[in-house]
């Protein structure tokens, strides 16, 4: 197994945003272990953190022609060179800081942020690298643009391109993903526009800090003060994009994905779709990683043998993932049915924000309570810290109601809590219990 990688030293860069104009100075630092990717925005009030992953994609309409993040007030523009460059050099952990709104453009691809990798060094971490294999094809179609994925042993994609443009006509390319063919093949490609698209884009205010030195301009004639680095460079930048894209998964990808002519959208839809692939495999069977009082995974009579909560108030279907001390993954199935619908905005059912914090802290227990030496205890809340509700929750929905622990003592625990929606958060927040003994529970 390949273990996880992050860079040794810090590095920096400046240049402008391809898009805003904007200059701003980048900051790549070390991370620990399974830290992600996360960008901070150091120019704005408390430095807020933006995690790149899917639940923090902007909608596509506040960010045409770039894939862009958003977390509360904080935005980070044009993101896809940079972590097209992370997940083609196998980056799993890093801190970027950046103080303005969008990554630097540089020369307009990836290679400038590979070699900066470079410069700072790889380091290799003690945790195995995380990945996910698809296991059932995935298909998209949109008018004339297909996006699939295949299972495959390695990640490949093949790439289709045709425009309505001499030079942009029927290129395809196909590659398997690795840190050399990436550096050699797909990194040094150029993002591009046609010419006639140009002052369309600066219209709509993009492109400010577009030039024909970053952008390749296709004219009538061809590619405008500028020279290709490949005669397909085209359908090669868009496998960039692409990589850029999927790496938002929060992990490496093996599959083959099939494209023709997608963009970023549809490559965000895929990777939706990746996603709940992806939870409905981990709600199947996942093997309990400690000795607790009863193996995973847990349905509603294993969890009753844990939790004192019963029906109004179990608000736990199934736990999918248990490992002892550490992580929880639960489900719960928002029906109709549910017992609070009737009086909580009965004309447009919505799921009480409180009871989402009060399934998390049920999962929570039974993490901590499926443990021998808890066996008989009670976790009481103690407090609830950084509680936001992004998202609204309605019949029909599935809760994945994940928990991981933070701080753990003899008699507290603090844990992280999210809740997610087809990989949009509706709820997280930090929780506090007590793990407290029947007879203290009763004086």
């Not at 704005?44 to 953190?49: C, N, Y």
């Not at 042993?153 to 030079?167: A, G, N, R, T, V």
């Not at 150029?190 to 219209?203: K, N, V």
């Not at 179990?314 to 002892?324: A, G, H, K, N, S």
């Amino acid at each position: 197994m390949e273990q996880q990688l992050t860079i040794k030293s810090a590095v920096e860069i400046e240049g402008v945003g391809l898009h805003t104009g904007a200059k701003t100075r980048m900051r790549l630092l070390p991370a620990e272990q399974n830290a992600g990717i996360s960008f901070v925005r150091v120019d704005l009030p408390g430095k807020p953190v933006i995690k790149a992953n899917i639940a923090n994609v902007m909608e596509s309409s506040r960010k045409l022609r770039r894939t862009s993040l958003a977390f509360d007030d904080a935005e980070i523009h044009t993101i896809e060179h940079l972590m097209s460059a992370l997940s083609g050099m196998a980056i799993d952990n890093i801190t970027i800081e950046i103080n303005g709104p969008e990554i630097p453009g540089l020369d307009g691809s990836a290679a400038s942020f590979v070699e900066l990798i470079k410069k700072a060094g790889l380091e290799r971490q003690a945790e195995q690298r995380k990945s996910f294999t698809v296991k059932e094809p995935i298909w998209l179609e949109e008018d004339d643009t297909v996006l699939a994925i295949l299972p495959d042993s390695e990640f490949k994609i093949s790439y289709m391109l045709s425009y309505d443009h001499p030079m942009l006509r029927s290129q395809y390319v196909s590659v398997v993903i690795n840190p050399e063919t990436y550096e050699k093949e797909i990194a040094p490609t150029r993002t591009f526009c046609l010419e006639a698209e140009a002052e369309a884009l600066r219209t709509q205010g993009l492109g400010k800090g577009a030039n024909f030195d970053n952008t390749l301009v296709v004219g009538k004639d061809g590619v405008i003060k500028n020279k290709l680095k490949f005669d397909d460079e085209f359908a090669r930048h868009k496998i960039s994009d692409l990589i850029g894209d999927l790496y938002l998964l929060g992990m490496a990808l093996k599959g083959h994905v099939i494209a023709v002519k997608s963009g970023h959208p549809l490559n965000i839809r895929l990777l939706q779709k990746i996603r709940q692939q992806q939870e409905r495999m981990r709600a199947g069977a996942m093997e309990s990683k400690g000795p607790g009082i009863v193996g995973t995974p847990l349905d509603i009579n294993d969890i009753k043998k844990i939790l004192p909560h019963r029906y109004p108030f179990l608000l736990v279907d199934r736990v999918i993932e248990l490992e002892e001390d550490k992580r929880a993954v639960g489900i719960k199935n928002v029906t109709m049915n549910e017992f609070y619908f009737p009086g909580h905005f009965p004309d447009m059912p919505i799921m009480p924000g409180v009871l989402i914090m009060e399934a998390l802290a049920q999962v929570a227990g039974v993490m901590m309570l499926n443990k021998r030496d808890n066996k008989g205890k009670y976790a009481f809340f103690m407090s609830m810290d950084k509680v936001k509700f992004r998202k609204a929750v309605v019949p029909g929905d599935q809760l994945i109601l994940e928990t991981e622990v933070l701080k753990l003592r003899s008699k507290t625990v603090q844990v992280r809590a999210v809740a997610s929606v087809d990989g949009k958060v509706a709820a997280e927040g930090e929780l506090m219990f007590a793990l407290v003994g029947g007879e203290e529970a009763s004086e």
